[in-house]
Nanobody
Framework: QVQLVESGGGLVQPGGSRKLSCAAS????????MAWHRRPPGKRRELVAL???????TYADSVKGRFTISRDNAKNTMYLQMTDLNAEDTADYYC??????WGQGTRVTVSS
């Protein structure tokens, strides 16, 4: 399994944008699916977005049209571009690579 390290979290104003990165220790070329999950304060972890090896994407309804997941196999990195952020997007964001690798998480706080 690959090791994953997220980065890019921080404090963002409502309506702002943020790009998260997930760097892998090994090649992503053979990893079938990767995803971003998040755990809002006091809530359960939820799937935010998923991308397959064929670049097919799936999004949670709450982020459709605002978030974009992508992967750059040449850089062994996955991204989550987030726009039009609101307070409900405040959470710890985790990246996942199949079959079972997780990053340590990066916190995004949306607040004025």
């Amino acid at each position: 399994q690959v090791q994953l390290v997220e980065s890019g979290g921080g404090l963002v104003q409502p309506g702002g944008s943020r790009k998260l990165s997930c760097a892998a220790s090994g090649s992503l070329a053979t990893i079938y699916s990767m995803a971003w999950h998040r755990r809002p304060p006091g809530k359960r972890r939820e799937l935010v977005a998923l991308i397959t090896i064929n670049n097919k994407t799936t999004y949670a309804d709450s982020v459709k049209g605002r978030f974009t997941i992508s992967r750059d196999n040449a850089k062994n990195t996955m991204y989550l571009q987030m726009t039009d952020l609101n307070a409900e997007d405040t959470a710890d964001y985790y990246c996942f690579a199949s079959p079972g690798s997780w990053g340590q998480g990066t916190r995004v706080t949306v607040s004025s």
